[in-house]
DNA sequence: GACGAACGTCAGTGTCTACTGACAGATAGG
DNA sequence: CCTATCTGTCAGTAGACACTGACGTTCGTC
């Protein structure tokens, strides 16, 4: 069991029923019988889905007599985005440094 | 084998190994013994993990004689980005919609 | 060419994951 | 209470995935 939130969001999302469960109920608050209809899988893989996507913190909960309705919760994709936003910096930086010493290189190689 | 960038990306950073690698080659640029240095799996594992960010587009590589020196792709991380922008945008605007919308149920209860 | 360093590929294995149908619990209406 | 609806839980299964050691390929030096 993992306590990292962004660990927890990157395993629920790289499922690819998941991450459709997750952008249908980022769009409209469904119950739980709505979400699996739009699937070609039984009601379980998607309840056990809706499991995952929950303990991830990516969905918000209610309850309507027998209905469970689910909609996305945005603050469950922030650690996320935010891991995406540090690499993507990090990244920028090393390949804009790496590509300048080349060219400190290749113009070393040239006068040469 | 699966032409979704996103996809990709999700698949290869769900795994908190290559994860560890993707930020290690984002710091700096690291040759594949330097890489599996750091890690206490065997050498055959680090190089599996890195053909799958390779294929997900994630690093770069290039060769200095026997050595393949790898740093991270930040354009492979765009779509991604996309992905998570568009999630965030969309589970926001449906959370406050959905809390005015209990906002004025509870409104009008509290008036009956 | 022989040798050593670097590292990818191959083939096999144990564990994990997404699936299934059956069962169980919660809720509301008659 | 009984019945119907809704949906989670249970237990089992096939395939995927991260691991391993051995083998193979590339490169540079002697």
Same mark, same amino acid.
């Given at each position: 069991?993992? &306590? ?8 629920? !999302? ?7 469960? !997750?952008?249908?109920?980022? =769009?409209?608050? !469904? ?12 009601? &379980?893989?998607?309840?056990? =889905? ?13 309850? *309507? ?13 922030? *650690? ?6 540090? !690499? ?20 070393? *190689?040239?006068?040469?």
């Amino acid at each position: 069991m993992t &306590t990292d939130p962004a660990d927890a969001a990157l395993k629920a !999302l790289a499922e690819p029923r998941r991450r459709a469960i !997750l952008q249908l109920v980022a =769009h409209d608050e !469904l119950a739980a019988g709505e979400i699996a209809a739009a699937f070609d899988v039984s009601r &379980t893989a998607v309840s056990q =889905h809706l499991t995952v996507l929950k303990e991830a913190g990516l969905l918000h909960e209610r309850r *309507e007599a027998t209905r469970r309705l689910y909609r996305a919760r945005p603050e469950g994709l922030a *650690e996320l985005r935010d891991l995406l936003e540090d !690499l993507w910096d990090s990244a920028l930086d090393t390949a804009r440094r790496l590509v300048e010493a080349d060219r400190d290189t290749a113009a070393r *190689e040239e006068i040469a």
